[in-house]
C-alpha cells in the first residue's frame, strides 16, 4: 500500500476540525482529522484517546442527543454523512441472528432457491427458505437446529434436533437443492467454501470474499451470532459497511461519505488477520470515507496516513497532543512515548522493501 498524501493543512474542506476539546482529561486541545484518510490515535491507555473520540469526536458528528458539547468549536462535518462508531459489541443476542443474516446474503440466497424450477412447481417463495418462517422450519426446533432444555438450578442448554439433524428446515424445504445443495447444506458451509460455491452469483460473492479476506473464512454462515467473539463480530460490521451502497470518490473529494470510528479493532488478532484487516480499513478509505482508529499496535499505525499522538502520559499528566503529522514526522517526535516502537515499525517497512 502507497501512503496517501495528506491535503493542505490550510485547506477547510479538507480536514474535520475540533477547537477547544475538553472531555474528562483534555486539556482544551484542538484538534483535526483529515476527510477521506486513515487517521490513528496512539498514546499510552489513560492518556485520552477515547475522551477524544467519543466525547468529542463522535458528539460533533451528531452521535449523542445530549447538546453539552465538550469542544468549543467545530468544522468539516458537513461533509460527513453519517457517523458509525464499529465496536466490538454482539452482531445479535439470540441464536438466531448469524453473519449470514447479518450481512443479509441470507436474503439473496433465499431468493435464488426461490427461483429453482422445483421451488416454484410447489409454489415455494423465499420466504419458504428463512429458518424463522413456520411453513419452511423445522417444527419441532423451530429453525434453530437444536433444542433449548432449561434445567432447574442449571445452565440453560441445547442439544441436537434428531428431527431435522441440525439442519433447520422441514424435509419438504430441504427437497429443494441449488447446485446439489439444500438451504441446510449451505448454512452449514464456512465462508470460504460458500465463496467457491456462490463464485458464479456476483451479488454474493464480493461480500464472501470480503469476509474472507479479512480472516473470517472459517467460521460458518449459520453460526449463531452469540458464539462470536468481540474481534470477529467487529470485522463482520466493517464488511457490512463496506458492502452497503456507499457514496464513492467524486473527483479529489468524497461526496456523502461516511466518518468510522473504530477502537482497537487488533484485539485478540494474529499478524496475518491483522493484515487483512488494514486491507479492509484502506478498501473503506478508497471509497472516500474518513476512518479514525484507537490502536495500540505498531503495524496499524504504521499504515496511517495521519497519527494523533496523546500524552505524554496517562490521566492528569496526559490529555494533551504531543505530536501529529504522518507516522514518520511522530516517529521522530523526542516527547512521545510512542515513537521508539513506531521507529521500530517503520525501520522494519523499509528492511522488507
Known sequence: HVRRSLPKAKDPNAWLRLTGCHANNLKNIDARFPLSRLSVLTGVSGCGKSSLMRGCLSHAAGNHASHDANYRSKGGFNKIKSCFE???????KTSRSCPATYVKILDTIRQLFAQLPEARARGFSASRFSFNNKEGQ???CKGNGRIKLEMDFLPTTWVHCEACNE?????????????GKNIGEVLRMNIRQAAEFFAAVPKLQRTLSLLTDT????????QPSPTLSGGEAQRIK???ELTKGRARITGSKATNANLYLIEEPTIGLHQQDVDKLIDVLHRLVDEGHTVVVIEHHT???????????IGPEAGDLGGRIVSQGTPEHVARSKQ????PFLRQAL???VALH
Open 299 to 309: 503495524a496499524i499505525m504504521a499504515e496511517a496516513d495521519y497519527l494523533i499522538d
Open 86 to 92: 464499529v465496536d466490538q459489541s454482539p452482531i445479535g
Open 347 to 349: 525501520d522494519q517497512i
Open 238 to 240: 466493517l464488511v457490512s
Open 167 to 179: 439442519m433447520r428446515y422441514n424435509s419438504a424445504t430441504l427437497d429443494i437443492r441449488y447446485n
Open 138 to 140: 423445522c417444527p419441532e
Open 336 to 339: 512521545s512515548r510512542t515513537a
Open 215 to 222: 480472516g473470517l473464512g472459517y467460521l460458518q454462515l449459520g
